[in-house]
């Protein structure tokens, strides 16, 4: 039985655009010296396992009076892309990491290996602030399970090994602590892919509000898009990719002051998943 989460076509555009060649991805060079929860010694929520053992699922927090919602913030780049990165292809995006620390909002970003593996420094400044949590969104940016958007697949004996060599590159890249949170590529994931999750010990992270900001150049579409979709506890997915979201800066201008102004707050998604949300 496949669980899968298909979303706008937006999420379709940046798992395409995204993938280059279909090579499977490289074995880890090494294996991390511990399991992805010890990844974070000051043990950060996490849900029990599922069913069966399964890797525990979170959409969304408690829908309260308490308004809080939490941004994340995907920063893909496939296993494969370091030869775009060379010719000036942007993956990156400071200027909405900036704007981030000047309206002190508190994010999620869920970062693959690669991409810390080609912005070290960005990844570690990210990793040491207070005001985020880094969490794992693979290695290799590929896919869990078939069909999945026209990305690449990984095959089921290295779906663990994809996560833990992502969490070795941020630990290379000096990234403390990173959270024992995984977000799927794509969205894309089935028993299989959560049965294979289960020894790393992370909780999958989804979302519940779709930005819409994949390859969008109208910013306040993808603010409206936000804002008509957020509810107290929701968690909002948008991207931390240059080349492949452009608009997501200017549409985080207006987001913000608009929910403050609703009475929401902003969190990590560790707030939402210690206040027990659920899986729906």
Same mark, same amino acid.
């Given at each position: ?17 995204? +993938?280059?060649?279909?090579? +499977? ?9 511990? !399991?992805?929860?010890?990844?974070? !010694? ?12 399964? +890797? ?41 990491? #900036? ?10 970003? /869920? ?6 593996? $080609?912005?070290?420094?960005? #990844? ?19 896919? /869990? %399970? ?9 095959? $089921? ?16 890249? &000096? ?6 949170? /995984? ?8 028993? %299989? ?5 289960? !020894? ?11 930005? &819409?900001?994949?390859?969008? %150049? ?44 609703? &009475? ?12 027990? &949300?659920?899986?729906?």
């Amino acid at each position: 039985m496949i669980i899968r989460v298909r979303q706008v076509a937006a999420v379709c555009a940046i798992g395409a655009a995204l +993938t280059a060649c279909g090579a +499977t991805p490289e074995a880890p060079r090494t294996k991390p010296a511990h !399991p992805a929860r010890s990844a974070a !010694p000051s043990h950060p929520p996490t849900l029990a396992p599922g069913p069966a053992g399964l +890797t525990p699922v979170f959409k969304h927090g408690p829908r309260t009076r308490d308004k809080a919602v939490a941004l994340t913030f995907d920063a893909d780049m496939t296993a494969d892309q370091g030869a775009r990165a060379a010719a000036g292809e942007h993956f990156d995006n400071p200027s909405l990491i #900036a704007a981030l620390r000047g309206l002190k909002v508190p994010a999620t970003v /869920f970062m693959t290996g690669r991409w810390a593996e $080609e912005y070290p420094a960005e #990844a570690r400044s990210i990793g040491r602030d207070p005001l985020f949590e880094v969490a794992n969104h693979s290695y290799s940016h590929y896919a /869990f %399970t078939g069909d999945c958007y026209g990305l690449p697949r990984v095959s $089921e004996d290295r779906m663990r090994s994809d996560v833990e060599r992502a969490y070795t590159a941020f630990r290379r890249a &000096g990234v403390p602590d990173a959270m024992p949170y /995984f977000r799927f590529p794509g969205g894309c994931y089935d028993r %299989t892919a959560l049965k294979a999750l289960s !020894p790393a010990g992370v909780t999958a992270v989804q979302w519940d509000v779709v930005s &819409g900001d994949a390859f969008a %150049t109208d910013a306040d579409a993808v603010a409206s898009q936000v804002l008509d979709g957020v509810r107290p506890g929701s968690v909002v997915v948008m991207h931390c990719t240059r080349s492949a979201a452009p608009a997501t800066e200017r549409a985080v201008r207006r987001i913000v002051p608009e929910l403050r102004a609703r &009475g929401y707050r902003f969190v990590k998604v560790s707030e939402l998943i210690g206040a027990k &949300g659920g899986p729906s």
